[in-house]
Nanobody
Framework: QVQLVESGGGLVQPGGSLNLSCVVS????????MGWYRQAPGKQRELVAA???????VYGDSTKGRVTIARENGKNTFYLRLNNLKPGGTGVYYC???????????WGQGAQVTVST
């Protein structure tokens, strides 16, 4: 059973940077696609950035140009760095993995991020 656990959330000042980690228990090699999503209060979950089946990266409209994602299979960890955070960046950030063979979808429990002075 694959489980994803996010860490690194908390309070970030406007204009600051956010670094999140997602540790995968089980085989990370099974997760062909991975991504980060966020859900602001009262809004639907939206894409931050994610990898595709073709190995490319897709970005959310509000985060393009400010986000970097990376995976380190040897450490079973998936990373997010988001620069120049805006107050609209407040929300719960989720890590998602999709199994390449089965298409099974896995979500972490989420990490709360608050952008505020």
């Amino acid at each position: 059973q694959v489980q994803l656990v996010e860490s690194g959330g908390g309070l970030v000042q406007p204009g600051g940077s956010l670094n999140l980690s997602c540790v995968v228990s089980g085989s990370m090699f099974d997760l062909g696609r991975m991504g980060w999503y966020r859900q602001a209060p009262g809004k639907q979950r939206e894409l931050v950035a994610a990898t595709t089946n073709l190995g490319r990266t897709v970005y959310g409209d509000s985060t393009k140009g400010r986000v970097t994602i990376a995976r380190e299979n040897g450490k079973n960890t998936f990373y997010l760095r988001l620069n120049n955070l805006k107050p609209g960046g407040t929300g719960v950030y989720y890590c998602r993995g999709v199994a390449g063979c089965t298409g099974g979808e896995y979500w972490g429990q989420g990490a709360q991020v608050t952008v505020s002075t």
